[in-house]
């Protein structure tokens, strides 16, 4: 059996820092607001319901890790996700979650139709 290389330690860090940034509800959020198309950031700050602080702070770690692009008009930024996998991404895990969800309202059907015998 052949031993796979061992990955660098520099590699990790930067694909745990990837997936850090998906940990963040409000980040999410976001996401799927953008899903839609660009936005400026009043738009966000409404369909969130938070402040501005908080909605450019996101928006500032998504954009640095490249996930979205960021673009002016007048005073409004505007932005948009950059990199379409990012919702491949956050797909798979949902399906996997509702599959998993799935099977336990399943056992819970079994077990309560058990208990009634």
Do not use: W
């Not at 996401?31 to 400026?40: A, I, Q, T, V, W």
């Amino acid at each position: 059996m052949q031993i796979a290389n061992p990955v660098s330690q520099e590699v990790v860090q930067q694909v745990a820092e990837y997936f850090s940034i998906l940990s963040e509800p409000m980040r999410l959020r976001i996401l799927n607001l953008l899903r839609e198309g660009e936005k400026c950031v009043q738009e966000l700050v409404e369909a969130t319901a938070t402040s501005q602080a908080n909605v450019s702070k996101h928006l500032k770690v998504m954009l640095q890790a490249g996930i979205l692009s960021r673009r002016s008009e007048g005073t409004s930024a505007y932005y948009k996700v950059e990199d379409e996998l990012i919702f491949q991404l956050c797909n798979l895990v949902c399906d996997r979650l509702a599959t998993r969800i799935e099977q336990q309202a399943q056992h819970f059907r079994e077990f309560s139709l058990a208990s009634k015998d």
